[in-house]
């Protein structure tokens, strides 16, 4: 079965860091994108940052500079990295499957987000 | 990136078919082929429903469809049945290997 399992959502100070984890299993991790979605409690989804099976990283311009994703596919794990938090970071961080990338390179399907995992709850407040 | 602009709600009829818009420019929605659907029930986490604007993964029923006209994508649900009570979420490329979702609907079944 593919699971994907979060860790590291805690309270934190406006300025602070946290270090969030998602633990996989069931599946070939090296050989998938993953990607970081979160949801303030109560609205919409918003696409975080996204790694590649090289490590290329993308991110969303609201945490551009402040977030990093990363990978580590020997543990099957990833990782995003989180200084300078703000009020307005505070959400469930969901961990999530993208695509089935080939060794050439070649990605499919195109944003195929699945599964998700059950998410972890970051909050920024003093 | 800009939320692309969908509907804060939707209803139908048990049997009915109901259709969620999904707005965006020609740069996500209207530039590329790569839409796609989630459903989230309350305290879930989303499930995917439809890839590629028009795919159905496994397990999907084919009472969901969707398609894609200029710079909106349209998400149809037929037959509508209590548990398709949920929120919809359309999420779109929007170049650069970056994505934006949309701000959500949520589906009533009267």
């Known amino acids: 079965e593919v699971q994907l399992v979060e860790s590291g959502g805690a309270l934190v100070q406006p300025g602070g860091s946290l270090r969030l984890s998602c633990a996989a299993s069931g599946f070939t991790f090296g050989s998938y994108d993953m990607h970081w979605v979160r949801q303030v409690t109560g609205k919409g989804l918003e696409w975080v940052s996204g790694?590649?099976?090289?490590?290329?990283?993308y991110y969303a311009g609201s945490v551009k500079g402040r977030f990093t994703i990363s990978r580590e596919n020997g543990k099957s794990s990833l990782f995003l990295q989180m200084n300078n938090l703000r009020v307005g970071d505070t959400a469930v961080y969901y961990c999530v499957r993208g695509s089935y990338c080939s060794g050439a390179g070649h990605c499919s399907p195109v944003g195929y987000f699945d599964p998700w995992g059950q998410g972890t709850l970051v909050t920024v407040s003093s | 990136q800009s939320a692309l602009t969908q509907p804060p709600s939707a209803s139908g009829s048990p049997g009915q078919s109901v259709t969620i818009s999904c707005t965006g420019s020609s740069s996500d929605v209207g530039g590329y082929y790569y839409v796609a659907w989630y459903q989230q029930h309350p305290g879930k986490a989303p499930k995917l429903m439809i890839y590629?604007?028009?795919k159905r993964p496994s397990g999907v029923p084919d009472r969901f469809s969707g398609s894609k006209s200029g710079n909106t994508a349209s998400l149809t649900v037929s037959g509508l049945q209590a548990e398709d009570e949920a929120d919809y979420y359309c999420c779109s490329y929007a170049g650069s290997n970056t994505w934006v979702f949309g701000g959500g609907t949520k589906l009533t079944v009267l």
């Open positions: 790694i590649g099976i090289v490590g290329d990283t």
């Open positions: 590629e604007v028009t």
